[in-house]
């Protein structure tokens, strides 16, 4: 039976940057990937955040970067979904849609996945146009595209779209949780529209359009739309973890073996650098562990 030394799981910026600064050590990780490499960033529009780019970099940008730092270091990467995750013996056991691997050490950096929009129901004939990211959207032209939420990502979805769409942002609240920056900035484009107070009651389709009936204080309207994109919060991303391993409830590590890095564990506070120094964290940590039990 091969064991692996470190297994990560997840190949956004928590889990490339774990994997970097293990090879750095001479420690040969495997990541295994459910999607795309780069995460949650194939949906960021411009990250005027990240230290070293002053003019920012568009979240596709950073991910092929990472992805050459990748290949320069000789990571290995299979696309494979984590489908369950337990503690088999002193050793990890990871299940996959295609094997199952054994590892000393293993690092989940499985970021968030969306909340569902359980407000209505969704009509079956159009769920092939209802998404909650926005990067499957990033080839269109001259649509009509309704974004339902109102916090950073709601927005830089919006002014990712706008540029060569229309674009309504609904809010079912008062005011937006963005940060002003991208609100100022949606306010001044003209192919945004911004709604707020605004909850919908339902969604209907014809052949070619999305009806939301809409529902405000000051009177109800109708929204025709191509497509409906939900940004309505994320949730960490832990169902493969086995039922034992969910009742830990573990917020960092279980016995020095078992770590969590990046949005997964970071609540409100989900930027890419901190992920970042969350995956060079735990790899130190994990080399440190190594190091005691060759002692
Ligand atoms: C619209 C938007 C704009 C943003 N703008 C900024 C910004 O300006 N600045 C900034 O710093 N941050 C920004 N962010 C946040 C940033 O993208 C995230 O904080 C960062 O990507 C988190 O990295 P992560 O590696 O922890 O998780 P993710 O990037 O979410 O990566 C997790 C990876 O794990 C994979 N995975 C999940 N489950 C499994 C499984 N069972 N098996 C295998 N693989 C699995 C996923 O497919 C994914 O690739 C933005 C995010 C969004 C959505």
Redesign the pocket.
Known sequence: MKINDVTI???????ISCAVQLTRYGIKPLI??????????L????????PGFPKGIK?TELTELLKKQLKRNKIKVLF????NLSFNRKQLEIKTDKKTYFSKFAVI????KPKEFKDCSVPEKIKNRIFYE?YPLGTLKNKKIAIVGSG??AF??ALNLEKENEVIILNRNELPKCIPILFDRAKKSRKINYKKNTNIKSIDCSSDAITLKCVTPKGNYNVNTDYLLFAIGRVP?LD?LSSELKKKRFQNNIDKLLYL????KNGIF??????VGNGIKTAMQIYSEMRKDNK
Request: aromatic residues 6%; charged residues 20%; glycine residues 18%.
């Open positions: 799981i997840g190949g956004g910026p928590a889990g295994l990937e459910k999607e795309k490499l780069g995460g949650l960033l949906n960021a529009n411009l990250l005027e955040n990240y979240g494979e979904e984590v489908l950096a499985s970021g968030t926005v950073d990502a830089d979805y991303c493969f890095a990046g949005d997964v989900r930027q890419a650098s901190i992920a």
